[in-house]
């Protein structure tokens, strides 16, 4: 876990050198939101892009990790997960934490909106992007949940308690007629 505070430079820094169509999202925008350190920067990588876990993008490559993300959190991959990431890999780089998550598809912003709460739902594609769900819970400081599960509840719990935000379940499992689906073209981009 990084104790310094990631910086847009940082992002355009990093995304710089990331090859095409790879996003940065996750809890690293979510955390810069709310000026707190990120634990690590979540990169995700669409399939077609598989290649780079190879190490031939970068001097960061240490080498393949599968069981770094969760394992590190005591957290599980859910059926939902387990379905969709081909490959974890980590990297170091400028002092933080790097979790390349290689996917079993090229629907990247399709796997971004459909994150287990719409704190989570904010990204970095050259653009920083706020989607609405995101900018809604961050400014009412909920933690809107839209998965129920074990690890979801602890996630909720763990990121609650860093940010004081309080703990939403009246959206898990239902599309709102307020918001809808999440819906990636809306929200503030930087």
Known sequence: MSTKLLT?????????ILPEGCVIAGGCIRDMWFNQPPRDIDIFVPYDLNGINSGAKGEWWNGFNEEAVYKRYSDKPSQYDESIFDNLATYSWRGYELNLITLKSNEVYEHISSFDAGINMGYFD????????FVHDAVEKKYTLFEDGQVQRERAER??????LTIDNSKIKV????WGQPDRGDGARF
């Open 126 to 133: 050259g653009y920083l992007v706020y989607p609405n769900e």
């Open 159 to 164: 990121f609650s308690k860093k940010l004081g």
């Open 175 to 178: 599309v709102d007629a307020e």
């Open 8 to 16: 847009l430079a940082d992002l355009r820094d990093l995304h710089s």
